[in-house]
């Protein structure tokens, strides 16, 4: 049977559109509703261009740079944390080999009177116990043998971290971390690192997974927690990423305005993302930056919005340099795709202890800077 050339081109037509469409099916990124949470009105936006360009650092279309991060992670054995001991608030991390005279007998989230009681976590640091961490970061040693031998070094980095000199420099000032559960993690290290301090009480935790309303919000919008904490606050540590697909400049560029104009009498740092993605080693012989644009030759971050990642902190920078905010930096953390929890199934959340102990030492030089 001979076809008209327009019967030839319909089938054309719908055979791309076809293949198109398989083509997007299976490389779409699973989703797995307990990590990720899409906001309803995300896949409408369209996401950021994908930085091809190490040296410089800029995004594919050099609307923002930023200079690259000095430092490397040198292999030290038997390397001593500033946090050492993981407190899982995971029911299935618990075991009985847990110290309950240091991690508690209950499991987080605890009740809260300050704010409602639902599943968000909000807490302080404890003089008496030490502070639980989520995302399965406590796992890592027994169920895959993972031991963190690195510590990472940078001219930045003037002096060794030392939790009573920290506490010193903070004075009497109070931190509030505002973040998704990646921050959680952050909070819950840089709290035990001060274990046992004069101001580990002088840091909050409250849990927010886009800043701005949304219906699938596990925690609270930012204005929601500053209200409640701003005179209970000095220090604003914050950040946002993960949860939040395809509109990140629209974002920061509708919260932060908002955090500087209603809140003046705050100090705020943000907090770049914690990168995602898996491998088996490290990557060692290569800057962070470089890193980064490794792990996305290799396609270690194939799934959810961890491509993107990079850019979003190259456009962050800028940004909020741009206004003398100062940036909580952890691109360090791009070189080691080999501390997250489970490979190929959770490759957001970071081992504890592990890199994420680098967290002390960048709060401790914030302080030392006189950046806070």
């Known amino acids: 049977m001979n076809l008209t050339f327009r019967h030839a081109a319909l089938v054309a037509v719908v055979f791309g559109v076809s293949l198109n469409y398989l083509i997007l099916r299976f490389k779409a990124p699973h989703v797995e509703e307990e990590i990720i949470i899409f906001d309803e009105n995300d896949h409408e936006r369209s996401p950021l261009q994908i930085s091809t360009n190490a040296t410089l650092v800029c995004d594919s279309t050099q609307q923002y740079c930023n200079t ?89 980095l003037v002096q060794p971290f030392n939790a009573t000199y920290t506490c010193e420099l903070l004075g009497k000032r109070r931190v509030l971390i505002v973040g998704d559960s990646t921050g959680q993690q952050l909070a819950s290290t840089l709290m035990n690192s001060l274990f046992h301090t004069s101001c580990v009480a002088q840091f909050r935790f409250v849990q927010s997974d886009f800043l701005l309303p949304r219906k699938k919000e596990r925690g609270y919008n930012i204005t929601t927690i500053l209200d409640r904490y701003q005179d209970a606050t000095e220090i604003v540590l914050w950040g946002v990423g993960p949860h939040v697909y395809g509109n990140f400049p629209e974002t920061l560029q509708t919260v932060v305005p908002l955090l500087l104009e209603r809140y003046p009498h705050l100090q705020f740092i943000y907090k770049t993302q914690q990168p995602g993605g898996c491998s088996d080693e490290p990557l060692l012989d290569m800057s962070p930056d470089e890193a980064a644009q490794e792990m996305i030759k290799r396609n270690l971050t194939w799934n959810y919005n961890y491509r993107e990642f990079y850019d979003r902190d190259m456009f962050a920078m800028q940004y909020l340099r741009e206004r003398s905010m100062p940036i909580f930096d952890l691109r360090m953390l791009y070189n080691r795709p080999d501390a997250h929890t489970n490979p190929f199934e959770d490759c957001l959340h970071m081992c504890i202890p592990g890199p994420l102990d680098v967290v002390a030492d960048l709060f401790q030089q914030l302080l030392i800077d006189h950046k806070v």
């Open 68 to 156: 690259p991060l000095e430092g490397v992670w040198v292999r030290t054995p038997k390397k001593t944390f500033h946090n050492p001991i993981c407190c899982p608030w995971d029911k299935s991390d618990r075991n009985d080999e847990l110290l309950f005279d240091l991690c508690g007998t209950e499991n987080w989230p605890q009740s809260a009177t300050d704010l409602e009681q639902n599943a968000a976590q909000h807490y302080t640091g404890n003089t008496s116990f030490l502070a639980q961490s989520g995302g399965h970061g406590c796992i890592c040693h027994d169920r895959r043998n993972f031991t963190d031998d690195y510590t990472w070094m940078s001219p930045s």
